[in-house]
């Protein structure tokens, strides 16, 4: 990510459709003070915490698993028909510090090995190498997981003498593809994940921004054997300065030295040694938002719903408007999330890209960084969430003199 | 710790020496405002921002290495003599971050090992732990570090195949043994350093709480050559619930895949895998304190470091009071800092711990925590840092109690 913010750095004037940052045109400095407030509130009030009580809750270490646990099951069965202990949920220096946590948790030695669906989030990729852990990749076509590659690198792992641990996915409109699994494919992953024995590490930071139709259930919802580890981010969905994440994890362990405990446990002592605790302040500013909302963030999301439905809306109508003639150039039609990918006619790499920022001033991200399959190399990803409709309709236009100019070249 | 936390819990009229946190009375939830505040106002006035600057620097994902870098770097310079290019900082979630991305790059496979002083922080062990390295442990002696057995370690590592990289200690008022390396051993070790090829990382929470005598210079302000990898924490000088520490990397590293770079820059790239980056938030409250008192923590914290200086007089008059006449009972004279080890002519382990909470009404933390050598297991350590005098001296009159009970019974 770092050339892409090289490259965005040297050409500000260029329309960027690169960052998967959430729409900043909310934000005001007075919520950080309000949220706090707030929390602080409810420790008070809801809690009965004594000022003192609520000073050292915010100023001194504190509980490893975090302290904004049960405001986070809240919201969980109220906006993901998620209903878990709160014991279960370890919060985290944002999704990433789970990702971490759970790979190293689940990798006991070089045999184990990670799937993920490929293209994948890049932090996923940063995490099992951090831990050193192997990862196979799951191409993942059109539906968001192909079954037979599934199966294949399953069968593939247990002959290598390895052990497939567990399947990394985004199901919900996913980062990098814009992808979302059907409630047919979502229970299939249930079933193979119970045959095979692996665990399925849900990913879900765009879920709650739908389009026209229905949300799918998480598969987490969906899970009654407690086979979905579901890694949750309030970086879109709450503000991304925070850096609070969490992870759910009710799986029973057994055997390690602490005899029976809850995976969350595990997690909770690996997270003491990542961070020793997520900041009780960063978790007031999170806390805040969400009781502002009665725990809801899909009503918190309200306005940044809207937006990012009617960016979608317009990249789209912009894209069939420039591109609909031109042969060799198609895209998919997420219904919501953040994230369109468009195929071209030739490589489409971080050269093409600086060269487009350059000469035709609009910035888009290479899916290379994401996959290194061969389609790929030709695809690239928009980002929907920070610009303005005219922006839109500039970027596209000037995307379509881009590729003009590419496809006459190669021809 | 864990099991520390449980025994404090279910004995909470007990007097704990046990907690190494800083004093509380002085929190206000208000600092918390007033800090962010006076954040944004520097970013606006002195670094030239635009409101929607302000506002994307605290709510959107930010810099890996951080935002507070080179307030950082004044505070360096100020208080600890200590002059760094800003760039050489990376700001970490707590300085457990910090650990665990220096052990990780430190660590290239194997047959890297860790030295440590030990008994040793529980937190290094940790990290160490979380990225698989192997640790030898070193003795401390009377003086801090014993250079013997510093120079045997390094001997059977490298006979074994293995390769000593670092060195962990903290040369100021150590926790847990309170013990502070003279100028002498400090120029020592550089040389050793420097000798032997392995980097020191120095870590140091405590260096500003000195007492009655002048404070020595750090190993850092003392390394002509970047021998030393700075650990940095606000948790005791600024606030535990913030959780800020940082790493100072001047090291030049060479041959990577990236070439020449900045140990720093490294690091960025392990911690952008770990917690992708720092909350700004959090950033800015830490910042905002050190902007309230010209970039000194020293001035910051003149209440706290006279208020721990009292307590340490009080526990040593309190200790010589109640035990100088016990034959086998000892303790050091730490000229700051917030930890007394006292050596007890019987065995006190988590056992004996929970036997003295329950029937003597005070707490301490076994030294058997922090080392397993012989001595360890007849040691305790008492932190001064939460107790008014009056507490000080009915705790220690029990403690005698619970010393004279275990003395007969043994006898």
């Known amino acids: 990510m770092t050339f892409l913010n090289e490259v965005s750095h040297r050409y500000p004037k260029a329309i960027s459709f690169a960052a998967g940052r959430p729409y900043e045109g909310f934000f005001a400095i007075e919520d950080v003070h309000r949220y706090i407030e707030r929390y602080c509130a409810y420790l008070k009030e809801e809690r009965g915490f004594s000022d003192a009580e609520v000073r050292r809750a915010l100023f001194q270490y504190g509980r490893t698993k975090g302290i904004i646990h049960e405001l986070i099951a809240r919201n969980l069965e109220l906006d993901e028909a998620i209903r878990v202990d709160p014991e279960s949920v370890v919060v985290t220096v944002g999704c990433q510090e789970a990702m971490v946590t759970v790979l190293r948790a689940l990798r006991t030695d070089e045999r184990d090995v ?70 047919e494919d979502r229970r299939r992953l249930l079933h193979r994940s119970r045959a095979e024995g692996f665990l399925i590490l849900e990913d879900n930071p765009y879920g709650l921004f739908h389009g026209v139709l229905e949300r799918q259930r998480t598969i987490k919802a969906l899970d009654r054997d407690r086979r979905v580890v579901y890694l949750g981010s309030f970086a879109k969905t709450g503000l991304p300065g925070a850096r609070v994440g969490y992870v759910v994890a009710d799986q029973i362990v057994t ?3 602490e005899g029976t405990q809850l995976l969350a446990d595990q997690l909770a002592k690996i997270k003491s040694m990542v961070t020793v605790n997520t900041s009780p302040i960063a978790q007031a500013v999170v806390a805040g938002r969400l009781l502002e909302n009665d725990c809801s963030l899909v009503e918190a999301n309200r306005r940044e719903t809207a937006l990012y439905q009617d960016n979608m809306r317009c990249v789209q109508a912009a894209l069939e408007r420039h591109f609909a003639d031109i042969p060799g150039v198609s895209w998919n039609r997420p219904d919501g999330g953040l994230f369109i990918v468009v195929d071209l006619p030739f490589a489409a790499r971080d050269d093409e890209l600086e060269h487009c920022a350059q000469d035709h001033d609009v910035i888009w991200t290479p899916m290379a960084h994401f996959g290194s399959d061969k389609r790929s190399q030709r695809q690239i990803r928009l980002s929907v969430s920070q610009l303005s409709n005219a922006e839109i309709d500039l970027g596209v236009e000037r995307l379509r003199s881009f590729v003009d100019e590419r496809s006459g070249s190669t021809e």
């Open 255 to 257: 055997g390690g030295v």
């Open 114 to 183: 990670l799937m993920m669906v490929s293209p994948s989030y890049v932090g996923i990729t940063g995490a099992a190498r951090l831990v050193d852990m192997r990862v196979a990749t799951v191409v993942s076509g059109d539906r968001g997981v192909d079954f037979e590659s599934l199966d294949a690198v399953i069968r593939e792992t247990r002959e290598n003498g390895l052990r497939p641990r567990a399947l990394y996915v985004v199901p919900d409109y996913s980062n990098p593809t814009g992808q979302t699994l059907s409630e």
